[in-house]
């Protein structure tokens, strides 16, 4: 029985990789050509997930203990604690070496080449696999996992339903910059992960400067409007200028530009599939964008694919796998990454006049005066909420 992957970040690569080492035949595709080409993510998570999800070391850029925020009115908010709370992955490094594990576990690893789905029955696919350098294959395969991300490709060339319009998508579009800084530039974002809230900022989203071994710097920003399409990246490109002028950041070397989409539904109801059809990491929702996160999640969706795949293979029918899968992704993000997905789109869809900006200043302050830095970490990469009780369900309705 052969499983082909199409699309290799995170959650393809993972899922290859499980799948290998399990004995059975894959083939993970990607359409890059090489792992550091568009390193479109900030790649921070907490340290305690990227040890439990046994991230490569390799990818490994930086550690932060603190916590930044510069609130609507420009003042800087610091929480810190004694030990590393996270971690900031080079997320071309992240890719090369989740790859090289799929290789190693026995994985065909295809790059430069993009998966389209010929037919799709309930036993099995014909796909075509396009490389950049003109060949075209055609292959027969038991199941084919959509893991390209949140462009979600094969689903939507199949017509699987999208997210409904009572779930809409909730998308942000991302542009990042990586930086050279030096020793004295760098200093004031050492250490910590540094996020920009308010509509000085950016409207309906935010900004960051995350640190990166060598004195680099990731600075991005990020927009998730109610509109699809609203804001065009030229004004996304002209908010991060500003923010680097801001920051006293523009003289520096700028060593790669990147971007990218993330998106979810909240309630998480969409179809994950079709016949031999799945899907897993962001284009199955799994990313949470109350921080902007998806890289655990989208390992985490993989895994439970693989476990029930490796143990439904006696089952024929493509449907009741799907249907254990969905499942198992319900139990497994459960109430607290929803309702971390519901104060997301409170958040952004809400932050675009100065009375949001003043919501927002009061909870920053709230935070300041009751929370540690652990606390910060709990709530947002733990969904931990309740602490916050009555105050967060008066700011969700
Ligand atoms: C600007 C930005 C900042 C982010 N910051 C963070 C962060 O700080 N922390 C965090 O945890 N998450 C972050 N994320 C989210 C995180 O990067 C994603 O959730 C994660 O990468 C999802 O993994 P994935 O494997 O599902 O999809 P992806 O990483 O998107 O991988 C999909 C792959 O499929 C390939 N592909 C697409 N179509 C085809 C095709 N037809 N055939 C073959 N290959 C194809 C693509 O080239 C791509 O490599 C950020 C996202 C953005 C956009």
């Not at 959650?11 to 990789?17: D, E, H, K, Q, S």
């Not at 004004?235 to 700028?254: F, I």
Request: glycine share 8%; aromatic share 8%; hydrophobic share 40%.
């Amino acid at each position: 029985m052969t499983f082909l992957v199409a699309g290799a970040g995170p959650a393809g690569a993972r899922l290859a990789t499980a799948l290998a080492e399990a004995g059975r035949e894959v083939i993970l595709v990607e359409r890059l050509t090489d792992s550091h080409r568009n390193s479109f993510s900030s790649a921070a998570l907490s340290r305690c997930e990227a040890l439990r999800l046994n991230i490569p070391q390799s990818a490994w850029s930086a550690t932060w203990s603190g916590w930044q925020v510069l609130d609507p009115s420009g003042h800087e908010h610091q929480w810190w604690d004694a030990n590393p709370l996270g971690v900031v992955l080079d997320f071309g490094r992240l890719r090369s070496a989740m790859w090289s594990r799929a290789h190693a576990a026995g994985a065909e690893v295809v790059t430069g080449c993009t998966v389209r789905i010929e037919s799709l029955h309930s036993d099995g696919a014909h796909v075509l696999l396009q490389h950049v350098d003109g060949r075209r294959q055609h292959r027969h395969v038991k199941w084919v996992i959509d893991a390209t991300g949140s462009s979600r490709c094969l689903l939507r060339q199949v017509s699987v339903p999208q997210p409904s319009t009572a779930d809409p998508l909730l998308e942000g579009v991302g542009v990042e910059w990586l930086l050279q800084a030096d020793d004295r530039v760098s200093a004031r974002w050492l250490d910590r992960i540094s996020f920009f809230l308010g509509t000085r900022w950016i409207p309906h989203g935010y900004g960051w400067v995350f640190p990166m071994e060598h004195n680099r710097l990731k600075v991005g920003v990020c927009c998730l409007p109610p509109q699809h399409g609203n804001g065009s990246k030229s004004d996304l490109l002209a908010r991060l200028q500003a923010l680097l002028r801001n920051c006293k950041l523009e003289g520096c070397a700028v060593l790669d530009r990147h971007g990218g989409v993330v998106s979810s539904s909240i309630a998480r109801q969409e179809s994950l599939g079709s016949g031999a059809l799945l899907a897993v990491g962001d284009a199955a929702s799994t990313a949470n964008l109350l921080g902007g996160e998806g890289i655990r999640h989208a390992i985490d969706s993989a895994d439970l694919l693989a476990e029930t795949l490796l143990n439904s293979e006696s089952v024929d029918q493509a449907d009741a796998i799907r249907q254990t899968y969905e499942q198992a992704l319900h139990r497994w993000f459960g109430w607290r990454w929803r309702v971390a997905g519901k104060l997301a789109r409170r958040t952004w869809w809400g932050l675009d006049s100065s009375s949001a900006d003043r919501r927002v200043e009061r909870i920053i302050h709230g935070l300041s005066r009751t929370s540690s830095a652990r606390d910060l970490s709990n709530l947002l990469f733990q969904y931990r909420f309740e602490r916050y009780g009555l105050r967060l369900l008066r700011y969700l309705i």
